[in-house]
């Protein structure tokens, strides 16, 4: 990527990224240090919430907005081989996003908008907050124009041709975004907005929390479908191996992308305000999701054994020990797949009707989304980093061993952060609380898994807080050479000279994806309008 320009906007965007990232993890050393209750002068509720919700707003939204982004800006560009499509737009996008990311700042730093990242009403914010996120929102749907129009143009300019994979996951993903996008955006635009303004009186809670269903869970595989992509196209090459299917994996993002949008009511199981056929429907398709996963994690690691044997591992696992274990991007997907295996079996246990009455508004959920997205998907995110920053800055990764450490102490971090949380979880502790004080025998069994949490929260900062440097040091380094290397896609085993449209475009996925949401959400939420409910008062700060 010789085009300065578009360097220059992709960093812009990963390093509010990375920014927001930083400040969050220093709120989250706090939070367990509180939470654990160990130490009194820090008890405080008021300040707990003001801290927890913008952790959560800060990584949920704006770590990974402004990543997907950036990542986004930068696959285009050097996978379809064309400069960003109207760069002046692309600017306008950024610093609307930013523009509302600091107006959302403003009440949650002030203790106004302690709603936590799933914002439920009745509990209400500022307005501010809820025009900022808009704004943020808006800004990430300038990005999507963006993608498209690049999508299309190559599409136009190379007929009969497979768009290249990379672009292929990115425009999946555009696809999904504003499909996720749409149901929080109705939520805060007829509801939100103008309960915080006081043009309506009361919130029908239950209507909120359906539309916050059909976000929250595409939400995580907007997320970690860059994971995906670096799993598929950046990984098996820095192992020196290929693509184990370029069909299959295209496959796997569609099927991520259409089947996580109808399934959001697992998260409201336990919640009076949808019947029980539309949880069981919902739930039937939380399993389908599971399977481009499954699918993922089988081709990865297929590439991964390819690796291995070419470089001389022999047996039925020798080939696990000659991988490049010092190659940061090899490294991170081999801890991100283990951390996936306990993540995922999370994933299934709470999509589990019966076992999600067990763990629900426990502190196990905390435990199953910090393993599988923090611990998961950020690690990919640290590995895309150092691989893109000597690229995007031009010079040498300023230290690749610091960034060896940094990717194991993340993973251990986060391993005993979250093993304490599942069993507290199990153990009854609730989650969104700040520190419970019970003064019984139970509260006792919790104290040395709130030790570990807490261990693992420094050791997470530290990890951090060496990521941050290590990228810092390579930009700011006036003494490093300026180099000149360009971002390598892996081959898949047999190329894809052209593939179905149907692996290939998104129309056809985008009708079906209407289909299916027309079928899930459809009377769950027409039903508010035909039957007696009653509204809220608002809560607020
Ligand atoms: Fe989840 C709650 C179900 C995946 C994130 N999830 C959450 C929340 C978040 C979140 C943020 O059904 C909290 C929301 C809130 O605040 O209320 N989740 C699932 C299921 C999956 C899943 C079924 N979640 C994710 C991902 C996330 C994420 C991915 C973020 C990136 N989740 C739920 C449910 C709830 C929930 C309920 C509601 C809980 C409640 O009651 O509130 C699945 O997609 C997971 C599939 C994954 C697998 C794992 C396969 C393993 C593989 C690894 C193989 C590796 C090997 C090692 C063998 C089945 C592929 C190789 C080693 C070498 C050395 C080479
Ligand atoms: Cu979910």
Redesign the pocket.
């Known amino acids: 990527m010789n085009d300065a320009a578009t360097r220059k906007l992709a960093l812009s965007h990963l390093w509010v990224a990375f920014i927001a990232f930083i400040l969050a993890c220093f709120m989250g050393v706090y939070q367990v240090l509180e939470r654990s209750g160990f130490i009194s002068a820090l008890d405080s509720p008021s300040v707990y919430f003001a801290s927890v919700s913008t952790h959560g707003v800060l990584m ?1 939204f704006v770590l990974t907005i402004f990543f997907i982004m950036g990542f986004g800006y930068t696959i285009a560009a050097s996978s379809l081989k064309q400069p960003v499509w109207n760069m002046p737009l692309a600017w306008g996008g950024f610093w609307l996003a930013l523009t509302g990311v600091i107006m959302a700042a403003i009440p949650l730093l002030a203790g106004k908008a302690s709603v936590l ?2 914002f439920y009403p009745p509990i209400v914010a500022p307005a501010a907050f809820y025009i900022g996120a808009t704004l943020l929102v808006v800004g990430s749907w300038v990005w999507c124009v963006i993608m498209l129009v690049m999508f299309s143009q190559w599409k136009q300019a190379n007929p009969g041709q497979a768009v290249p994979l990379a672009m292929f996951a990115t425009a999946m993903n555009v696809l999904l975004w504003l499909w996720t996008s749409a149901g929080v955006a109705l939520e805060v635009l007829f509801q939100l907005i103008p309960l915080s303004l006081g043009w309506i009186d009361t919130v029908d809670a239950g209507l909120s929390r359906t539309l916050f269903a059909w976000t ?2 595409p939400i ?2 907007f ?2 479908i860059p994971a995906y992509t670096a799993f598929y196209v950046f990984v098996p090459k820095q192992a020196g191996s290929f693509v184990f299917s370029d069909e299959m994996a295209r496959l796997a993002f569609i099927v991520l992308a259409v089947f996580s949008l109808p399934i959001g009511f ?2 409201l ?2 919640d009076p305000e949808q019947a029980k056929g539309w949880k069981l429907l919902h ?1 039937i398709g ?2 389908m ?2 399977l481009p ?2 699918v ?3 081709a990865v ?1 297929a590439s ?1 054994e390819i690796a291995g044997r070419l470089r001389g591992g022999k047996g039925l696992f020798g080939w ?1 020990g000659s ?1 490049p274990w010092t190659n940061s991007m090899v490294l991170a997907v ?1 801890l991100s ?2 951390m ?2 306990f ?6 246990v ?3 009707y019966a076992m ?1 009455a067990m ?3 426990t502190a196990w ?2 435990g ?2 910090h393993l ?2 923090a611990g ?2 950020v690690i990919m995110y640290f590995a895309i980093a150092y691989y893109l920053w000597p690229i995007l800055v031009k010079k040498p990764l300023f230290s690749s061993s610091m960034a060896l450490v940094q990717l194991w102490t993340w993973f251990i971090g986060m391993s005993i952060l979250t093993t304490p949380w599942h069993i507290l979880g199990l153990l009854g502790q609730p989650r969104r609380v700040s520190s419970v004080v019970y003064n019984n025998l139970l509260t006792l069994s919790w104290q040395p898994y709130e030790l570990m949490m807490i261990v693992g929260g420094l050791v997470l900062l530290g990890s951090a807080c060496l990521f941050i440097y290590n990228l810092a040091k390579t930009q700011l380094n006036p003494s490093s050479e300026a180099i000149d290397q360009h971002i390598e896609y892996a081959e898949p085993i047999h190329a894809a000279e052209s593939v179905p449209e149907w692996l290939n475009d998104l129309k056809l996925w985008n009708k079906v994806i209407a289909v299916l949401m027309f079928i899930s959400f459809g009377y769950p939420i027409l039903q508010f309008f035909i039957m007696d409910t009653y509204g809220s008062s608002p809560w607020g700060f």
């Open positions: 949920a990242y799933t929250l869970h995580v595989y997320w970690l697992h998260h199981y336990m739930g939380t399993f999701v599971a996963t499954l993922t994690g089988f690691i991964l696990i991988l081999i797949l283990l996936l295996i993540g995922g079996f999370g994933g299934i709470n999509a589990s999600n763990i629900h508004n959920v905390p199953h989304f599988i997205f998961t998907t």
